[in-house]
T-cell receptor, first 116, second 113 residues
Framework: EAQVTQNPRYLITVTGKKLTVTCSQN?????MSWYRQDPGLGLRQIYY???????DKGDVPEGYKVSRKEKRNFPLILESPSPNQTSLYFC???????????????FGPGTRLTVL | GNSVTQMEGPVTLSEEAFLTINCTYT??????LFWYVQYPGEGLQLLLK?????DKGSNKGFEATYRKETTSFHLEKGSVQVSDSAVYFC????????????FGTGTQLKVEL
């Protein structure tokens, strides 16, 4: 079954304690991305990757890091979490799109993070 | 830059009522347009999509038509069910290629018996 998995699904942590949210896809997709979802703001892109070892900032990258050492995995790292990073996080993947392509982005189930 | 504007929610309807969720966009050229649905506790799922002017996307009784002249992609369904209760996101993908999606803020739909 084609899927994007994220772990953990729920996480409560304290300010400053480093954490990693894992993301894995089994569709051999080149493109992977992280979004955060906040009330009234929709989804905003944090980082994306167009292939192994190729990553770039999205719209709200401050306070986050990513890595892409393998094609299937794209972990999100919060080196020193702060309360304003409390949010719902989604990982997504797709094939690398061409002009006018409507290739579907597949989303993971989400990780609800609370930073106290 | 690109942007998507959706009507504020929540929208509350009775079962079998007609649904319209408005979506307008700002983008250069001809972006691709999408509607995603998020059921409670789940991730986003693609509902329908359209790539060029006058294209109509449809799925599960939902429809949306790409209107270039009004820069709109309104979501409609003729008869909603309780199971349609979810959050609906309008999104666009820029005409320049790449995979980035720009989302609207989402519209929560509640359907009651």
């Amino acid at each position: 079954e084609a899927q994007v998995t994220q772990n953990p699904r729920y996480l409560i942590t304290v300010t400053g304690k480093k954490l990693t949210v894992t993301c894995s896809q089994n569709m051999n997709h080149e493109y992977m991305s992280w979004y955060r979802q906040d009330p009234g703001l929709g989804l905003r892109q944090i980082y994306y990757s167009m292939n192994v070892e190729v990553t770039d900032k999205g719209d709200v990258p401050e306070g986050y890091k990513v890595s892409r050492k393998e094609k299937r995995n794209f972990p999100l790292i919060l080196e020193s979490p702060s309360p304003n990073q409390t949010s719902l996080y989604f990982c997504a993947s797709s094939i690398l799109g061409l002009l006018q392509s409507t290739d579907t982005q597949y989303f993971g189930p989400g990780t609800r993070l609370t930073v106290l | 830059g690109n942007s998507v504007t959706q009507m504020e929610g929540p929208v509350t309807l009775s079962e079998e009522a007609f649904l319209t969720i408005n979506c307008t966009y700002t983008a250069t050229g001809y972006p691709s347009l999408f509607w995603y649905v998020q059921y409670p506790g789940e991730g986003l799922q693609l509902l329908l999509k359209a790539t060029k002017a006058d294209d109509k996307g449809s799925n599960k009784g939902f429809e949306a038509t790409y209107r270039k002249e009004t820069t709109s992609f309104h979501l409609e369904k003729g008869s909603v069910q309780v199971s349609d209760s979810a959050v609906y996101f309008c999104a666009l993908r820029g005409a320049g290629g790449g995979n980035k999606l720009t989302f609207g803020t989402g519209t929560q739909l509640k359907v009651e018996l």
